[in-house]
Nanobody, 117 residues
Framework: QVQLVESGGGLVQPGGSLRLSCATS????????MGWYREAPGKQRELVAT???????NYAAFLKGRFTISRDNAENTVHLQMNSLKPEDTAVYYC???????????WGQGTQVTVSS
């Protein structure tokens, strides 16, 4: 059974930081492109960042260097370090595992991030 379990969300003040983690099981983690997406109320789900099997990272342009994605193939986990958080970063953040070249993709249940004073 495939599981992607996000953790680390919560309430943070503007300018603060959070570190999200996504622990996976049931997949051969090193074969998957891992990503973080987010969905704000009333908006479509959008890409935040991805990291390939080779460790190449890609970020949404709006982040402007504030977030860092990383993967730990030994722990089957992907992280998202979020710094300089803004109220507009408020959203449910979802972990994604995508097997490139196939239609196989998995999603976590999401973790709420709220940036507010």
């Amino acid at each position: 059974q495939v599981q992607l379990v996000e953790s680390g969300g919560g309430l943070v003040q503007p300018g603060g930081s959070l570190r999200l983690s996504c622990a996976t099981s049931g997949i051969i983690f090193r074969l998957y492109v891992m990503g973080w997406y987010r969905e704000a109320p009333g908006k479509q789900r959008e890409l935040v960042a991805t990291v390939t099997t080779d460790g190449v990272t890609n970020y949404a342009a709006f982040l402007k260097g504030r977030f860092t994605i990383s993967r730990d193939n030994a722990e089957n986990t992907v992280h998202l370090q979020m710094n300089s958080l803004k109220p507009e970063d408020t959203a449910v953040y979802y972990c994604n595992a995508d097997l490139s070249g196939t239609s196989v993709t998995y999603w976590g249940q999401g973790t709420q991030v709220t940036v507010s004073s």
